[in-house]
T-cell receptor
């Protein structure tokens, strides 16, 4: 069964802190994604990666960076957290060959920046 | 600028009746469409998809219809059940591995 896990379900941080969100998938998927979900805006793509050490900017990369050192792990980094980064963060993965565009999501991390 | 639009933020339907969710898109490069379902405090789960070579795809109680000329798709749930109460997201792909999502429609199924 497909499994994407995220390191925390809920996180509270202070403005200016560096924040790490971790995502792990056990499906041997090449592609991994980070989204944020906000009311009325749906899911917006922050960054994605189609291979180890590869990364591409999504629609809203400002204020974020990512790291993919291993195939199964994709990290989202908030260099200096701000209150407008309070959101639900969702990680997803997909396989480039099998149903390429069907993405499988983790449970999400609700981040609050005070 | 959102390329995928779900213009109805919410939908209330009686148990046993049909739920119809609508989605419009603007990018003519999109050729693969998906619906996801999301419960509170959980990640979205894949529900059903359709390729642009088809105009209908059915999976149990769920049917997705695609009208390419109108750039419109819809999801029908028949019959609606209380467990269907969730947020439904429409998504589209231009086969570049990325998905563009709509804002979501919250469905409430009344007993």
């Amino acid at each position: 069964d497909v499994k994407v896990t995220q390191s925390s379900r809920y996180l509270v941080k202070r403005t200016g802190e560096k924040v790490f969100l971790e995502c792990v998938q056990d499906m041997d998927h090449e592609n991994m994604f980070w989204y944020r979900q906000d009311p009325g805006l749906g899911l917006r793509l922050i960054y994605f990666s189609y291979d180890v050490k590869m990364k591409e900017k999504g629609d809203i990369p400002e204020g974020y960076s990512v790291s993919r050192e291993k195939k199964e792990r994709f990290s989202l980094i908030l260099e200096s957290a701000s209150t407008n980064q309070t959101s639900m963060y969702l990680c997803a993965s997909s396989h480039p060959l099998a149903g390429a565009d069907t993405q499988y999501f983790g449970p999400g991390t609700r981040l609050t920046v005070l | 600028d959102q390329q995928v639009k779900q213009n109805s933020p919410s939908l209330s339907v009686q148990e046993g009746r049909i739920s119809i969710l609508n989605c419009d898109y603007t990018n003519s490069m999109f050729d693969y469409f998906l619906w996801y379902k999301k419960y509170p405090a959980e990640g979205p789960t894949f529900l059903i998809s359709i390729s642009s070579i088809k105009d209908k795809n059915e999976d149990g109680r769920f049917t997705v219809f695609l009208n390419k000329s109108a750039k419109h798709l819809s999801l029908h749930i028949v019959p609606s059940q209380p467990g269907d109460s969730a947020v439904y997201f429409c998504a589209a792909s231009a086969r570049d591995y990325k998905l563009s999502f709509g804002a979501g429609t919250t469905v409430t199924v009344r007993a």
